[in-house]
């Protein structure tokens, strides 16, 4: 499969959805859109789809003047999970398996995401966390418990907002005092940054760290000193999303991907149908 190919339709919905945040007039969405196509048209066809999204997002910056378009979601998406927080927690801690239920509320939280498809709809979020743990977790769940129980240092790649609020689940089970926090550097489409992270009241709990990137991923030579520190340092690396996957798999770490998976590029690579809650360990991917 041509996951560049596959992946355009979706950039220039994103370019649409990008340039109607920012303005009403629909001779501005088509200008815009008349431009970002041409430009799409040069790009390296070769990159992955979170590094071409880069790309894009920042051309619409510089289109647009707007430094966040998705903030007003990303905003109402932290204070919905917010809401919920105190039912997932009650939820996890009357589980007789804590650690694997908040691990599943992460995953079904990675459904807020706005790369994939445009604004999603509150009671599809909530469904997703209510029926989460009727969802088949596929993966290396014991090997997971085993790099957990071992690790002194765990390096924590969030994903998206609102979804970040619902990690808190699982760092809580992992042990705060051995994780540290990475987000995004810069905004990007609805990626948290430091900023979220706050807000979800990460900073009370663990250190945090912001990559220095505005890839909706992690592409490591993008990425500041202190990220690429801390991800070669780790004993153990939790990634978070399909954007952390499609940049870092394989990378040679011991790192486990926590992903929904949302697109048929990933479900080949995963060997798992798009919908399936994932949790498996990089060397399957090396």
Request: hydrophobic share 40%; glycine share 6%; net charge negative.
């Amino acid at each position: 499969m041509n996951t560049t190919l596959h992946c355009i339709p979706c950039f220039v919905r994103q370019t649409l959805d990008a340039s109607r945040k920012v303005a009403n007039d629909p001779a501005v969405h088509e200008q815009i859109m008349r431009e970002v196509l041409r430009w799409m048209s040069d790009m390296d066809m070769s990159l992955s789809p979170p590094a071409l999204a880069q790309r894009i997002h920042r051309r619409l910056r510089e289109l647009t003047g707007v430094a966040d378009p998705y903030r007003e979601e990303k905003d109402l998406h932290n204070q919905m999970a917010l809401k919920l927080l105190p039912e997932l927690r009650a939820q996890v801690a009357a589980s007789n398996d804590p650690l694997m239920t908040a691990a599943h509320l992460a995953i079904a939280g990675n459904i807020i995401d706005l790369g994939p498809k445009s604004g999603l709809d509150e009671n599809e979020i909530h469904d997703a966390l209510r029926h989460a743990s009727e969802k088949p977790l596929e993966g290396d769940l014991i090997a997971f418990r085993a790099e957990v129980a071992q690790a002194k240092t765990i390096l924590y790649l969030a994903d998206n907002c609102g979804e970040i609020v619902f990690d808190t689940l699982l760092i809580e089970q992992l042990g705060p005092e051995r994780v540290t926090l990475a987000v995004r550097g810069m905004p990007i489409i609805n990626d948290a940054t430091l900023e979220d992270a706050v807000t979800a009241g990460l900073d009370k709990m663990v250190p945090m760290i912001g990559n220095g990137s505005d890839a909706p991923g992690t592409i490591l030579d993008d990425c500041n000193e202190e990220f690429r520190q801390a991800f070669e340092s780790a004993d153990l690396i939790i990634s978070k999303g399909q954007g952390n996957f499609e940049t870092l798999s394989p990378c040679g770490k011991n790192i486990f991907y926590l992903l929904k998976v949302k697109c048929p590029v990933v479900s080949e690579s995963v060997c798992l149908p798009v919908g399936t809650h994932v949790l498996c360990h990089g060397r399957n991917f090396s």
